[in-house]
């Protein structure tokens, strides 16, 4: 391994399932109309040292937005197989920022992995990692504080998508 040091560390993670009555469609049309997708423009500013600028953008977005998703239901073609399943990167650059500063590590989970899926029999769910669960690893108290209001905010935009 040369200069290189590894290790490694179990964690417990919760894993938190929110099942909807709602058609897919309605469900992926409500989440994307409660959390839109961040405007990439904001790290446009960032970069250029707009800091200001970007954080009073960044203040006027929603609790939570999308940075991005992938079709995870199309690579089920491969298998021949025909099931509607998106994840998604769902957070808040303030959020993350807040973290980050408390302990550098904290942007591997940031921001965070919700998958919105489909089953056999057409039932729909969100499924996601709580935060506060994945977040506690690193021992943070304000990191947690932080975590835990994370965890509230998804919960209930999940919840309101779902319903």
Do not use: W
């Amino acid at each position: 391994m040369g200069n290189a040091q590894y290790s490694t560390r179990a964690t417990m993670v919760e894993h938190v399932t929110i099942s909807s009555t709602q058609p897919f469609e309605e469900v992926q049309a409500k989440l994307t109309a409660l959390a839109p997708r961040i405007d990439d423009g904001i790290f446009t500013l960032l970069r250029y040292g707009e800091s200001t600028r970007a954080l009073r953008e960044l203040e006027a977005c929603p609790p939570l937005t999308i940075f991005g998703q992938r079709d995870h239901g199309a690579l089920l073609a491969i298998a021949r197989l025909t099931r509607r399943s998106i994840q998604y990167d769902i957070g808040n650059p303030l959020t993350a920022s807040k973290m980050t500063r408390h302990h550098l590590s904290t942007g591997l989970y940031a921001p965070i992995r919700v998958l919105l899926r489909e089953d056999d029999d057409g039932g729909v769910a969100f499924e996601y990692d709580r935060p506060a669960s994945v977040f506690g690893q690193f021992g943070s108290d304000n990191v947690d504080i932080i975590a835990q209001q994370l965890d509230r905010d998804l919960q209930t935009l999940l919840e309101a998508a779902a319903a």
